[in-house]
């Protein structure tokens, strides 16, 4: 039996992971993953730890029914920060391809950024009805993410992550990835021939597998980068598709309800 073993979200784009027992889904994904975002103050480019590896020692963690958000950092006083109106005080911002006009957060938080960070920035928040349409070659028009990368879920098999290990030649962690939904019981990479699953009475489709950065090589919990590029190195060299390392399946809701660790995971096709 294969069985939902682990659950992350991620407030702000590439800051600490948050784990989680249960959650519902939304619009958007989980309610309260990736709705906000860290980008350059002088041209709204977003930021990610591929450049600021020391975002990943930033917690954020939602207050209030999602009123609010908590940040923390080391050496920094925490910080609460509103939730700004979906029309309030909008800043232009650009992720990847899509240039998007998004409620700033305020001085405050930026400036407690910029100073954690040592870099000019703003922080910015993502309303259900600001967020951006997944690819189409993937999803049908209507179907939303927030400020993840493309997609609003991301799936791993511990299995994979397994094989992963013993070829690099020590553990990993999983939140290397960065996942949302963990899975054990299967075997390496079998979430690679999924097309549909369902979890508790939520079904998904898996919209194609997961294409992996130099994100992977930073340690998330010292924001280290490992010095061999690993585990990407091995990756690339036997999980690489035209160029790319694959790691993971991208995955879209088809409907809303509650996910909770310890559910069976049913292989639809």
Not at 79 to 108: F, H, S, T, Y
């Amino acid at each position: 039996m294969y069985t939902l073993s682990e659950l992350y979200r991620y407030p702000v784009k590439s800051t600490a992971y948050e784990p989680l027992q249960s959650i519902r889904l939304d619009a958007l994904g989980l309610e309260g993953d990736r709705r906000w975002m860290v980008v350059e103050a002088s041209n709204g480019r977003f930021l990610t730890q591929r450049l600021l590896p020391q975002m990943g020692r930033i917690e954020a963690r939602w207050q209030d029914d999602f009123a609010a958000l908590r940040l923390r950092a080391p050496g920094m006083d925490e910080l609460l920060v509103k939730v700004p109106g979906r029309d309030d005080n909008l800043r232009g911002v650009l992720i990847w391809r899509d240039m998007l006009q998004v409620p700033d957060a305020g001085d405050e938080a930026a400036q407690w950024l910029s100073r954690f960070l040592g870099r000019d920035v703003r922080l910015v928040q993502m309303p259900e009805q600001r967020a951006r349409q997944v690819d189409t070659a993937y999803a049908e028009p209507g179907e939303h993410v927030h400020f993840a990368d493309g997609f609003p879920l991301l799936l791993i098999g511990q299995g994979s992550l397994d094989d992963l290990s013993a070829k690099v030649g020590r553990p990993l962690e999983m939140l290397r990835f960065r996942p949302n939904l963990v899975v054990t019981g299967a075997e390496p990479f079998a979430e690679d021939g999924w097309k549909r699953i369902r979890i508790g009475e939520v079904t998904f489709r898996v919209a194609k597998p997961c294409s992996r950065c130099i994100l992977t090589t930073i340690d998330p919990h010292t924001g280290e980068r490992d010095a061999a590029r690993e585990p990407l190195a091995t990756l690339l060299g036997y999980r690489n598709v035209n160029g790319e390392a694959l790691f993971g399946q991208n995955l879209l809701a088809e409907n809303r309800g509650e996910l909770k660790l310890g559910m069976p995971v049913e292989v639809l096709e």
